[in-house]
């Protein structure tokens, strides 16, 4: 099957941010205060509003994507148990949302944590809707998805984004691009990887162990884990 062109994914703004996640990227442990919800609340409608959603995708065969060097590290392949080929894909906001969260910090840090914090509560949402999307199609193609898998999970390198991105062409079809120290820009963009197989698969979470993020794990310093939320 090789690795053929990416395509869009039409996937619909949401009505409104999910603010309790925004306060949880916020840094609030449990339930928010008035005073922080009144402050995401605020920077919530010029955000969203900023926001253009677009995602891209293709499916794979799991050996070209190993050929091209895509897949590395063991925690990838764990989650691709019982999969013979995979979607890659890409959601941002668009540079809008990048562009306001500046805006909202001129004079007002808080601001800007905040419109960061629902920046990316937001992108999870997109992601989330993409995928919703992509599993609709595999029922309609009689086949089974995993869950989302992204670089920087696990043992899966950060380092392979350049090579999602190309993949996925999300320069040109999504204006998402990669910077020389991997970093994905507009910033509020998520890549990721679903297994495909011809039976009910759940694919495996990474444990914490040697994850990259485990020393500043947000999750992990609440005593918890990603997978738990």
Not at 43 to 71: N, Q
Not at 98 to 106: C, L, S
Not at 177 to 185: A, D, E, F, G, P
Request: glycine share 12%.
């Amino acid at each position: 099957m090789g690795i053929g062109a990416s395509r869009p994914l039409a996937i619909e703004k949401p009505e409104a941010i999910d603010i309790l996640q925004a306060a949880r990227y916020f840094g609030c442990h449990g339930e928010p205060d008035a005073g922080t919800l009144a402050l995401l609340e605020r920077c919530a409608g010029p955000l969203l509003a900023a926001a253009m959603p677009r995602a891209v995708w293709l499916e794979a065969d799991v050996d070209s994507l190993t050929e091209a060097g895509i897949l590395a590290g063991d925690d990838i392949f764990r989650h691709l148990e019982g999969c013979g080929h995979a979607l890659l894909l890409a959601v941002t906001l668009g540079a809008g949302v990048d562009a306001q969260i500046r805006r909202a910090g001129v004079g007002d840090i808080a601001a800007s944590v905040a419109s960061d914090a629902l920046g990316s509560a937001l992108a999870e949402q997109a992601a989330d809707a993409a995928e919703a999307e992509l599993r609709q199609w595999a029922a309609g193609e009689g086949k089974y998805l995993t869950g989302r898998f992204s670089p920087g999970y696990g043992d899966w390198p950060i380092t392979v984004q350049p090579l999602v991105a190309a993949a996925l062409d999300t320069a040109r079809r999504a204006g998402l691009c990669v910077t020389s120290t991997n970093l994905m820009t507009p910033r509020k963009s998520i890549t990721a990887l679903l297994g495909v197989s011809d039976h009910p698969v759940k694919g495996k979470l990474a444990g914490c162990g040697h994850c990259v993020l485990r020393t500043r794990c947000e999750y992990r310093k609440r005593g918890k884990t990603c997978a738990s939320e």
